[in-house]
C-alpha cells in the first residue's frame, strides 16, 4: 500500500473521532451541563426564595409566634398632642405677654370627630384635653368643637382651620385663651384674653368707695 493510501485512512480516524466527540457533547442532557457550571457564575433564584422576599414582615410576640406589621393603611390616632409643655416660650410685646410654641402643621390635617386633642398651657400642670364631638365648615373654613376632659362641664374648646391659620378658642372657669397656628410654619401664639380685657379697661377691676351726694337745691322759682 502506497504512503498516500495511508495517510488518508488516518485522516479518515481522525476526522470521524473528531466528529463523535461533538456530537456527543451536543447530545448530553441539561442536567450535567448544570452540575458543570462554575461555581462563581451567577445562579437563577429559586422559587421559595422569591416567595419570601413578596410576603410581609413578620415580628414574633412574646410566645414565639410571628404576627404581621401594621400596614401603611393604619387609622389616624385616637389622641394628638400639639406641643409640650417645655416647648412654651414667653415673650412680652406692647405690654402683653404671650407664648410661643411650634407644632407639626401635618397634625391639624388628620383631625376627626372622637378624637382627643391635646396641648400645654402657661400656669397649668398637666396638659389640656379637649374630644372632638361636633364639626361643620363655615365659608370654607372647617370648624370643630369640643368639650374640655378633666375640667369643668362649662369649659370648652372651638377649633377653626382656615387657609391660612386655625383659631383655637379655650374657654374655661379662668377666663379664655386665644391660639392662633400659622398653617404653613406651624408657629403658634398663644395669649390671655384676660390680659386684653384689662388693657382696653385697666380700671375694670378696681373697686370704688361710694358714698351719697348730699341732695340738690330745689329748682329756681321764676
Same mark, same amino acid.
Given at each position: ?5 495511508? &495517510? ?19 447530545? @448530553? ?22 416567595? &419570601? ?12 409566634? #410571628?404576627?404581621? @406589621? ?11 398632642? $400639639? ?5 412654651? @416660650? ?12 411650634? $407644632?407639626?402643621? @401635618?397634625?391639624? #390635617? ?15 400642670? *398637666? ?7 361636633? #364639626? ?8 370643630? *368643637? ?58 375694670? *377691676?378696681? *373697686? ?15
Amino acid at each position: 500500500m502506497s504512503k498516500r493510501w495511508i &495517510t488518508a485512512v488516518v485522516a479518515t480516524v481522525i476526522v470521524g473521532g473528531t466528529l463523535g466527540f461533538v456530537l456527543s457533547e451536543a447530545l @448530553q442532557p441539561e442536567g450535567d451541563t448544570a452540575q458543570k457550571q462554575p461555581a462563581g457564575s451567577p445562579a437563577s433564584p429559586a422559587a421559595p426564595a422569591l416567595a &419570601t422576599a413578596a410576603a410581609p414582615a413578620t415580628l414574633p410576640d412574646a410566645e414565639g409566634r #410571628t404576627q404581621a @406589621q401594621p400596614s401603611a393603611s393604619t387609622p389616624a390616632a385616637a389622641q394628638v398632642t $400639639l406641643w409640650q409643655a417645655a416647648s412654651l @416660650q414667653e415673650e412680652e410685646t406692647d405690654g402683653i405677654v404671650r407664648h410661643l410654641t411650634q $407644632l407639626d402643621p @401635618q397634625q391639624l #390635617t388628620t383631625l376627626h370627630t372622637g378624637q382627643v386633642v391635646a396641648f400645654a398651657l402657661p400656669g397649668r400642670q *398637666h396638659p389640656v384635653r379637649a374630644r372632638l364631638g361636633e #364639626t361643620r365648615n363655615t365659608a370654607g373654613s372647617a370648624v370643630w *368643637h369640643g368639650a374640655l376632659l378633666d375640667g369643668d362641664a362649662m369649659e370648652s374648646m372651638t377649633l377653626v382651620r382656615g387657609t391660612l391659620e386655625t383659631h383655637i378658642t379655650l374657654a374655661t372657669l379662668d377666663g379664655s385663651l386665644s391660639i392662633i397656628v400659622d398653617n404653613a410654619t406651624g408657629k403658634t401664639v398663644i395669649t390671655d384674653e384676660n390680659q386684653l380685657v384689662l388693657r382696653a379697661d385697666p380700671n375694670d *377691676h378696681l *373697686h370704688y368707695q361710694h358714698k351719697e351726694l348730699p341732695p340738690l337745691p330745689p329748682p329756681a322759682q321764676g
